[in-house]
């Protein structure tokens, strides 16, 4: 079956513009997750959706990022005012639920911010 | 803070040679953890996982990895390594008392010579 999708696979913006990067879970799958890997970085936690529970938004780096998961399906990651610091490729993954169940990751959205 | 740790950055093999990825992690508390491989061109995928029983686990394409809870490590091995072993490879950890934030390490990037 066809598995996460993110798009658009590369996103370049100049400094102060919005942006929003979208990601398309496997279906049925009721958890999802975004992460931010920066040049030479692990992956940095940002966000997690569970369902219709309040999402964990612990992992996000400022009030400038934000994300919504409409009807428990499609997500989207919306940065404001984008900065340099922001250049990273942002990834999606989706999973049945628990968090020992196993993550899929989509390809990810290379951002880079001029 | 949790964190976890790689400290092998780069890491040049010859094919048929054993394998040993280090992974240490900060956190006294009870873990799941997990080890991530990105091979060239492709997704994250999940290597191997664990959450409970046995500390030796057993996960794809020949790779294991030992839970030694009194050394906070989670080291990943391999017996002989192939070329198709190139690859980025993650370490990460959930702490069990953190329902959705998983924590991974900066990678390894192995190279294995033909």
């Known amino acids: 079956g066809a598995g996460v999708s993110q798009s658009p696979s590369n996103k370049v913006t100049e400094k102060g513009k919005d942006v929003e990067l979208r990601c398309d879970p496997i279906?049925?799958?009721?958890?999802l997750y975004w992460y931010r890997q920066s040049l030479g970085q692990g992956l940095e936690f940002l966000i997690y959706?569970?369902?219709?529970?309040?999402?964990?938004k612990s992992g996000l780096p400022s009030d400038r990022f934000s994300a919504e998961r409409t009807g428990g399906s499609v997500s989207t990651l919306t940065i404001q005012r984008t900065q340099q610091e922001d250049s990273a490729v942002y990834l999606c993954?989706?999973?049945?639920?628990?968090?020992?169940?196993?993550?899929?990751f989509g390809p990810g959205t290379r951002l880079t911010v001029l | 803070a949790q964190s976890v740790s790689q400290h092998n950055h780069h890491v040049i093999l010859s094919e048929a040679a054993s394998l040993e990825l280090g992974c240490n992690y900060s956190y006294g508390g009870t873990v799941n953890l997990f080890w991530y491989v990105q091979y060239p061109g492709q997704h994250l995928q999940l290597l191997l996982k664990?959450?409970?029983?046995?500390?030796l686990v057993k996960g794809i394409k020949g790779f294991e990895a030992e839970f030694i809870k009194s050394k906070f490590s989670f080291n990943l091995r391999k017996p002989s390594v192939q070329w198709s072993d190139t690859a980025e490879y993650f370490c990460a950890v959930n702490a069990q008392s953190s329902a959705s934030k998983i924590i991974f390490g900066s990678g390894t990037r192995l190279s294995i010579r033909p």
């Open positions: 993954a989706s999973s049945l639920g628990t968090i020992t169940d196993t993550q899929y």
């Open positions: 664990y959450f409970s029983g046995d500390p």
């Open positions: 279906s049925g799958h009721t958890a």
């Open positions: 959706f569970q369902g219709n529970s309040a999402p964990d």
